[in-house]
């Protein structure tokens, strides 16, 4: 078995880390691939303090057909193109930085290669990584590792901060801006893979507010986010789309109406932005049209929602939940956004608030079924469940 270390410290580090696991792909078969870990940054003496930023590390067990100088080869190149700075002084931060920890039982020593690794007897963490994956490094103080934050890159979190008065499990959470800039700063870095803002409530009975409402709601907010944080938006208002492109990173754009112009669905082609499509109902004919309309306007990144809670009785939204590879069958992503909805009284009398345990067990479900974003309410919980599940599995 091969292993590779994986570690990022600049820019969207979670990012970095699944772009990097992605072009591996292309000529490592990952067997295995562990949980993220963040720790300190290890430097050496007299390093300038702006260098210590932790870092994200994981690691990838597996196979290649390419020899080990080959492999390294590779990897430099794959750095390279994700935009580490190769000229960069030695352990200064980076955006992403790959190692070979162990090849197989090999034992090598060149100028450009030593097996195993020549830093892993004082790197703690890749030990902990190594014996996670079933490597045994024989290190009894493996044991008493700790972290300090622990994370997985799957599966892609869309964590919900409404920008409301009314939301139905959260409104006035995040009214002020200052609490909604601390809660989308604090899930950037806790492994939200999009952090989606919404200043409309669509609750059951909602009393629409206008397009020029929600830009009030939203402009403290996303002309002060950092430029790094991807963000999502959930609007259909042409208006609220573009003001919010021409301030912030947008990566998504969640229309839950199919209301957006083709004007405004061009512009979001031309800048490579995500767009969510919703099935209101149960015809996946009118889902399908959706699409093909999408794609004809150019966005080449067509995600689907079956939109739980959305023109469905209780008992329908579970028919659509069971038999969601019915939907995979348009060739789309997938997001399901079932976080605390009401179709879960049919199994619990808890406030919507109070809906996290319920909501966990189906996001555990669509991760099996092969949903692609969980769109949810309580990151916490998720990195948790899924950090113990990912450790426990074979």
Known sequence: MIYLALGSNLGNRFENLRRAVAELKQVFHCEKISHVIETEALLLPGSPESWNIP?????VAGDTDLSPHELLRFIKRTEEKLGRDMNAGRWAPRIIDIDIVIYNDQQLITDQLTLPHMQLENRDFWKYLLEMLGWSTGDPTVNDYRALNYFVLDPKIVKITNVTPDSFSDGGKFFNPADALEDIEKSYQNGAAYVELGAQSTRPGYTEVSAKEEIRRLEAVVTSVPKEIPLA??????????FCLDHANIKIVNDIKFNLSDTTLRHLADNDVKIVTMLYGTDLSCLKNQVNHLKKCGLKHV?????????????????ILK??????????????GHSRKSFFSLISNKEAIDRDIETLAVSDIMQNFGVDYLRIHNLEYHMKFFTAKKIMQP
Not at 55 to 59: G, I, R
Not at 234 to 242: I, M, Q
Request: some cysteine.
């Open 55 to 59: 870092y994200l590390n994981m690691m």
């Open 303 to 319: 995600i689907v929602d079956p939109g739980i809670g959305f023109g469905k009785t209780k008992f329908e939204n579970l028919t």
């Open 233 to 242: 938006i959930d609007t259909y208002f042409d208006e609220v789309v573009n």
């Open 323 to 336: 038999n969601i590879k019915e939907i995979k069958s348009l060739g789309c992503e997938i997001l399901i």
